[in-house]
């Protein structure tokens, strides 16, 4: 059986397109280091303010001892818990959130911070927060810091337009 030339000239464009589709994959996924989140972490989310971690006592922003900043927050039908976060630019940040009831979504105005808060599921962003990026979208305060919205960016509601934020992010 014979092919026709067209046909494989076609089929070899087609391979073409393919291999470089899966390069480019690859190419985000080890230079660009984008990547799915893969961390799987479940907590119950009706007992969430009981943990020790989502207690209202631990929420906001902390230092840890190498350097690294751990904010965590919880969403909840119309609120977000912290209302407002504290976080140094230009540091490494680790920020853990937690659903208490619904699909969310966690969305930073100015950053690469965005993620689906699943209910049962603890969703974790690792990232570095530029200065000159959130400066360009926030408010500057009296301080030299800057303030950028913090909001919701998945339907979970009729008060859904009222899921927001504030992160105020200082100088390192």
Known sequence: ???????????????ALVAVMGLLVVYTAVALKIHPPSNVETIDSTRLHLTEEFAEDHLGAQRQPDGTVVARIVMARYMVHPQEITLPAETPIVIRAASADVLHGLHVAGTNIGTQVVPGYVSEVHTVIHFDSVAKVGTRNADGSVTVPLFCNEYCGLGHQSMWGRVKVTHP
């Open 1 to 15: 059986m014979s092919v026709h030339p067209l046909e494989r000239r076609w089929l070899a464009i087609s391979i």
